[in-house]
């Protein structure tokens, strides 16, 4: 990325420093009815610097990445911080110092794939498509690939080199029922561009099928009635709504801005049967789908349980957070793209798996909704959130019935988590990104979880 050593260039610091070189790729490729429709590809490659002065921060960046350039941006962003540090007269003796190190090269692991390949692929999911589903009134085959590779320095002593690819396949599906269109979108998670592609194309082929019985189940499926309903949120909603309603409402700087989670450190805020936790790079089950080791402050990346059977147990945390707690920071410090300044950000939060079976959960509704994939919504810092859900069922007297159009869910997350029952043993992971001043990739999972929550009608 950068042939020099960028250590050379904060020697001289007297004060704290980081410096950050970083390159995000991103290509998106989409076929329409089997034609080409967007073939793109983009780069966004330049340098910062971000310096601390008694309490101030400065920041400077450039899309130019050369010695003279490097040179000229840290003294901008010394200057910015000297120029604050005058401003704001915080008197802040500064951080407690941390030093790491790691070096990821996921590339490494993937075989590189040239424009060709990647059309044949979504070429080869059409021809699947049209032979299997003749009655589809549209269809999209997509592939959004970005690789983020990043060199960070401090004057603490961290170094960090990572080059981590991602890809995520879309396919859309498009039917017609009584002259009314039905669209299902069906994601598909991995690192980069597998070198199976044959087993990549059968696991997309699997995926393809069920959601298309869901799409069909749908189109000839009902409203369901308006209330508080005994529901299953599957893992992709689950996942979404501790992500959206709980993880934003605990990030260290959000609490500083009077979100509600400031007021229940300690106490009890869902279900003993609830335990969440921001996973930094690994699980049992091996490395998660956004993995980071080292944050955009230098800082090692710890796991952080956030809710452990119920208790809200910390918050996530950068440097300066974790200073004013008085705790250690987390690692959550994380910046897009090299003219990002770090934000305290999530990484892979999740709700930990419990002991029942899904079919075990279903089968103790008498009346009630499964609901499986969302499309949009919102949360602010009250942990009040409301989803658009696309996919769903009744259940009634313990088994699946109708297919549900598209339906709203709404409610306050702590509530929704207290009336927790049942939480099934398996866990599922989905990639996405999260805005919050910048855009930021993450990954959010879980289980299913049978609670109660509002469930809006027709």
Known sequence: M????????LKDSQDYLELRVQDNRVQRIQLT?????????????GVSARAYKNGAWGFASSSVVDSSSISQIIKEAKFNANYLDHKLHKSDHGFKPTAAQASDK??????????KDKIDFLKNVDAYLIKTYPDLKARDTILHSLDIEKNLVTSEGSSSYSMLPRATFYVSLTIEKHNEPYQIFIPYYGFGASKNRA??????????????LHLVKKSEGVY???????????SKIAGILVHEAIGHTTEADLVQSGSIAGQYLNKK???????VVDFAHSTAEGTCMVPVYIDDEGTEAQDTVIIEKGILKSFMHNKESAQSF??????????????DEPLIRMRNTAILAGESRLKQMISSIEDGYYLIQS??????????????VVLGYEIKNGKIANGLKDITISGVATDVLQSVSMVSDDMEWMVGFCGKKQLMTVSMGGPAIKCKINVGGR
């Open 2 to 9: 950068f042939p020099y050593d960028l250590n050379a260039y």
């Open 269 to 275: 805020i869902a279900s003993e049967l609830i335990s």
């Open 199 to 212: 087993a990549e194309l059968v696991d997309l082929q699997r995926l393809i099928d069920e959601n298309y």
């Open 106 to 115: 996921w590339s490494a692991q993937h075989e590189k794939l040239t424009a």
């Open 375 to 388: 499309s949009n919504g919102q949360a602010d810092s009250t942990s009040e959130f409301m989803f658009g």
């Open 224 to 234: 369901p009635q308006a209330g508080y309903k005994e529901c299953i949120l599957d």
């Open 326 to 339: 008085g705790v250690e920071p987390t690692g959550h410090a994380r910046a897009f793209e090299y003219s």
């Open 33 to 45: 009815n089997g034609n080409v429709s967007h073939n793109s590809f983009g780069s966004k490659k």
